[in-house]
């Protein structure tokens, strides 16, 4: 019989996990998985338990939000050998599912992390720290570690969006100087992601067709202060529709690793979770860094 480890946040996405917990564990046991379940007990629990007993078992599922996803990958990563893991999100915003294409129902998200399709799935090194989907600096990127899991669970997606919205008077640009694979951009910057994924904070950041999950590449976002009205519509339309920008305003590229230096300590966020302050950081594409599941068969 196969070993699962499952890890839930009981407070994440309106905390709807009550209302799934048996659905979920009973579909595991039915195929074929010897379960042990542990409810996180406060932030960074679901790290410290994947690390500490992730290798004792064949597979990791996590059910939350990103942030969960977030610390059992940087868990598990600490392992010289990873058990596969599966994911159910359950939070407010989900971005990161987005790029699974996971089922609506939690009962069919249960039965595809108790499957066996595998694919390789390349994680982001930032510094020492280990993220799953996006590092980011600058406008809205506190929003998520800023909001009150209280206010997330009583409004859902839209405590983020009254969250960014009150930060708007507040963008500041940072001068940033990025070195990667292929050159040096530099300039005065109000956002910036290097992500591995076509959904940020619930909105469509990069087309589908750009983005694998397993190439070994991230995908590099810097947006410029538009100097009009007319120009952030631009720059907005563009950001939706994926069209070439002709302002300036945004610069895109892909790298294997990059380094940003700042003439200031710059906030960053990981996977929604706050990053610390920095004037340098090197963030590294670890190609393939876990197996995760994503279909039932």
């Known amino acids: 019989m196969k070993r699962l480890l499952f890890i839930y946040n009981p407070t994440a996405g309106q905390a709807q996990i009550r209302n799934h917990l048996h659905v979920i564990l009973d579909c595991f046991v039915k195929r074929g998985h010897q379960v042990t379940v542990h409810p996180?007990?406060?932030?960074?629990?679901?790290?410290?338990?994947?690390?500490?007993?992730?290798?004792?078992?064949?597979?990791?599922?996590?059910?939350?939000?990103?942030?969960?996803?977030?610390?059992?990958?940087?868990?598990?990563?600490?392992?010289?050998?990873?058990?596969?893991?599966?994911?159910?999100?359950?939070?407010?915003?989900?971005?990161?599912?987005?790029?699974?294409?996971?089922?609506?129902?939690?009962?069919?998200?249960?039965?595809v992390a108790a499957g066996n399709g595998l694919m390789p799935l390349d994680v982001g090194r930032f510094q020492d720290e280990i993220f799953v989907y996006v590092a980011a600096f600058g406008m809205f990127t506190d929003v998520s570690y800023r909001t009150p899991q209280e206010f997330k669970n009583t409004l859902g997606h839209l405590a983020y969006l009254f969250a960014g919205v009150s930060t708007l008077a507040n963008?500041?640009?940072?001068?940033?100087?990025?070195?990667?694979?292929?050159?040096?951009?530099?300039?005065?910057?109000?956002?910036?992601?290097?992500?591995?994924?076509?959904?940020?904070?619930?909105?469509?950041?990069?087309?589908?067709?750009?983005?694998?999950?397993?190439?070994?590449?991230?995908?590099?976002?810097?947006l410029?202060?538009?100097?009009?009205?007319?120009?952030?519509?631009?720059?907005?339309?563009?950001?939706?529709?994926?069209?070439?920008?002709?302002?300036?305003?945004?610069t895109m590229f892909r790298t294997k690793s990059v380094t940003f230096h700042s003439t200031g300590p710059v906030a960053w966020t990981l996977d929604g979770e706050f990053g610390g302050q920095h004037t340098q950081v090197t963030v590294e594409n670890l190609r393939h860094g876990v197996q995760f599941i994503c279909t039932e068969s």
């Open 171 to 222: 963008i500041r640009s940072q001068h940033i100087t990025a070195v990667y694979d292929s050159g040096v951009v530099e300039g005065d910057y109000i956002y910036g992601m290097v992500g591995n994924t076509i959904s940020v904070g619930g909105f469509q950041a990069m087309r589908e067709e750009d983005v694998a999950l397993d190439d070994g590449l991230f995908e590099v976002l810097l």
């Open 224 to 250: 410029k202060m538009p100097e009009s009205m007319a120009q952030w519509q631009g720059v907005l339309h563009c950001l939706h529709t994926q069209e070439p920008d002709e302002s300036g305003a945004i």
């Open 40 to 111: 996180t007990q406060c932030a960074g629990d679901a790290r410290e338990i994947a690390a500490r007993l992730g290798g004792d078992f064949d597979r990791v599922v996590c059910a939350g939000g990103d942030g969960t996803l977030h610390e059992v990958i940087g868990g598990l990563m600490q392992l010289p050998q990873r058990p596969t893991v599966g994911y159910i999100p359950l939070g407010s915003t989900n971005d990161f599912s987005k790029n699974l294409h996971l089922p609506k129902s939690v009962a069919h998200r249960a039965a």
